[in-house]
């Protein structure tokens, strides 16, 4: 098991803004470097959303937990399996968020160091996709 990985942003939106594009899974390849595809899934709200992540390993994504100040959520591929949580503060018209990750599996320990600025590049994107206003759902 690594490190638990932590990074906070202020998004200047509302909470409900950034809730929609981080509970859009289709559109995770657009801000979060880790995904390079997410197909829809089926089977609910427990679904798995088939993905491909970076290295074109295969695997799946779930939300594990979603209200209104807290998301959760976990994905594996062969050899690697991260849980993450997004916590959202709103004030006012803005909203703090703080991202936290931690990966296992013998792969998570051969990359520990390239996840050194993952949590900080996740906020990051996520900050300007928001504000971008580009947070239209998936068609």
């Not at 595809?37 to 491909?52: H, K, W």
């Not at 998301?71 to 849980?83: D, F, H, P």
């Amino acid at each position: 098991m690594t490190d638990l990985m932590i990074a906070r942003v202020l998004i200047q939106a509302p909470a409900a803004a950034v809730s929609e594009v981080l509970l859009d899974a289709l559109r995770l390849p657009s801000w979060n470097p880790a995904f390079l595809a997410v197909a829809p899934a089926s089977g609910g709200s427990e679904a798995a959303y088939p993905i491909r992540v970076r290295g074109g390993m295969a695997g799946t994504f779930r939300y594990t937990r979603v209200d209104a100040r807290r998301i959760e959520a976990a994905w594996q591929v062969r050899g690697l399996s991260e849980t993450n949580y997004w916590t959202l503060q709103p004030d006012g018209g803005t909203t703090m968020v703080e991202h936290g990750f931690r990966h296992r599996g013998a792969l998570a320990t051969l990359l520990r160091g390239a996840f050194a600025d993952v949590a900080d590049l996740r906020v990051q994107r996520l900050k300007l996709q928001v504000e971008a206003g580009s947070h239209a759902p998936a068609a």
